[in-house]
């Protein structure tokens, strides 16, 4: 009954390589999000997605591509990964978005990716 | 640019005791304000919140205060139990949702027995 799941928890690839993360979300949400966590431990977000449309989407190379085939999965692709993209990457789900209300956030566990 | 800042990396604390975690912010247009808790290998998860036009919320043994004029905020934890050992994320927001989260870089709470 996991409420936001991701796959895969570990990632370990090569330069240049092209991977995917898969997001899925059981809650009935409406928005879902993408956060990176670097080696400072910062947490940023990516991207948002609102009834599959984007919403934010923050100062990220355009070799990351969210994609969101339905409101319940929000995908992010890597194109020619760097080792700089080495991080834990969080998915999230709120109910809503904006102004008003209460938007919760709900985190899955995580995706550690590993660039050699 | 950090606009979160959450300036003690680790704190320890006896179990019973009290545990202030603190949190300061930058941006004067933040207007609503939250706490997650995050075990290893695990997301974070949601603990409290609190917006600009309160300074005090409360939800059982956590309490987080506001303080705007000062730009800062801290979460207490009373009392403190072994299972508050986590790392703790301030985050906040320019909406009173929660779109567009800034986090801070998190304090690690280690509860000692």
């Known amino acids: 009954d996991t409420a936001v799941s991701q796959t895969p928890k570990y990632l370990v690839t090569q330069m240049g390589n092209d991977k995917s993360i898969k997001c899925e979300q059981n809650l009935g949400h409406d928005t879902m999000y993408w956060y990176k966590q670097d080696s400072k431990k910062f947490l940023k977000i990516m991207f948002s997605y609102n009834n599959k449309e984007l919403i934010i989407n923050e100062t990220v190379p355009n070799r990351f591509s969210p994609k969101s085939p339905d409101k319940a999965h929000l995908n992010l692709h890597i194109n020619s990964l760097e080792l700089g993209d080495s991080a834990v990457y969080f998915c999230a789900s709120s109910q809503g978005w904006g102004r008003g209300n209460n938007n919760e956030q709900f985190f899955g566990p995580g995706t550690r990716l590993t660039v050699l | ?113």
């Open chain 2, 1 to 113: 640019d950090q606009q979160v800042k959450q300036n003690s990396p680790s704190l320890s604390v006896q179990e019973g005791r009290i545990s202030i975690l603190n949190c300061d912010y930058t941006n004067s247009m933040f207007d609503y304000f939250l706490w997650y808790k995050k075990y290893p290998a695990e997301g974070p998860t949601f603990l409290i919140s609190i917006s600009s036009i309160k300074d005090k919320n409360e939800d059982g043994r956590f309490t987080v205060f506001l303080n705007k004029s000062a730009k800062h905020l801290s979460l207490h934890i009373v009392p403190s139990q072994p299972g508050d050992s986590a790392v703790y994320f301030c985050a906040a927001t320019t909406n009173f949702g929660n779109e567009k989260l800034t986090f801070g870089t998190g304090t690690r709470l280690t509860i000692i027995p």
